[in-house]
């Protein structure tokens, strides 16, 4: 079974590309979903976390305050670090989870932290989605309706541009229209086809 992990910092288009791929009846696997799904209402993940913040932590339904955390761990390195170790293998188990599930020809993994949080390991080939950082501010900036600054902070935080070319097996430009990208991932599908065989 082939797994192509597929990355690109924020903005950069891998909802873009993982729609094209599914398509062609790839089946995605989401990161993103998994990182959700592991924090869950009741789940022992969620329960630790309020045990080291306090209820107030919780959203009244007993839903994870993500806005609340995510600014925590921004202030303060130590709480991220601690939350990634617990989150991490839980997120991972989800990932495998549903990797065993899929039964289409190869799958994908996509992760805007594939290769920071180790996920790359459980891929047999990796594809970046890779455009300017202006490109990645504009279209972001468009899209959730946030400051320019806000999407730079963001962009800091994950690997820079030329780390993630230097680490990917394949890289991908989406810098161009979306009819370009659609004929690029078709040539890609073909050669991962033949790949997975
Ligand atoms: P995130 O990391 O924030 O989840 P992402 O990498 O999944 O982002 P997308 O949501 O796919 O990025 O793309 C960001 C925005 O840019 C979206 O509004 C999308 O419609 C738009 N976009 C993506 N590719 C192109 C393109 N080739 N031309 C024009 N707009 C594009």
């Not at 082939?2 to 989401?30: E, Q």
């Not at 899929?102 to 180790?118: A, C, D, M, N």
Request: charged content about 30%; aromatic content about 4%.
């Amino acid at each position: 079974m082939l797994i192509l992990g597929v990355t690109g910092g924020i903005g950069s288009g891998k909802t873009a590309v993982t729609n094209i791929f599914s398509k062609l009846d790839v089946d995605i696997i989401d990161a993103d979903l998994a990182s959700r799904k592991a924090v869950l209402k009741g789940s022992p993940p969620l329960k630790k976390i309020k045990e080291k913040f306090g209820k107030n932590i919780l959203l009244q339904d007993g839903n994870l305050n993500r806005a609340k955390l995510r600014e925590i761990i921004f202030k303060e390195k130590k709480q991220k670090v601690w939350l990634e170790k617990l989150l991490h293998p839980q997120i991972l188990k989800i990932i495998k989870d549903e990797l065993a599930e899929s039964k289409s020809i190869y799958k994908i993994l996509v992760s805007p932290l594939l290769f920071e949080t180790g996920q790359y390991q459980i891929c047999d080939r990796t594809l970046l989605v890779d455009v300017s950082e202006d490109i990645q501010i504009q279209r972001t900036s468009k899209r959730d309706k946030v400051p320019s600054e806000q999407v730079k902070s963001i962009i800091k935080s994950q690997l820079s541009r030329q780390e993630k070319i230097e680490l990917a097996d394949d890289v991908i430009s989406n810098e161009g229209s979306l009819a370009d990208l659609e004929e690029k991932i078709k040539a890609l599908h073909n050669s991962y086809l033949i790949y997975a065989k």
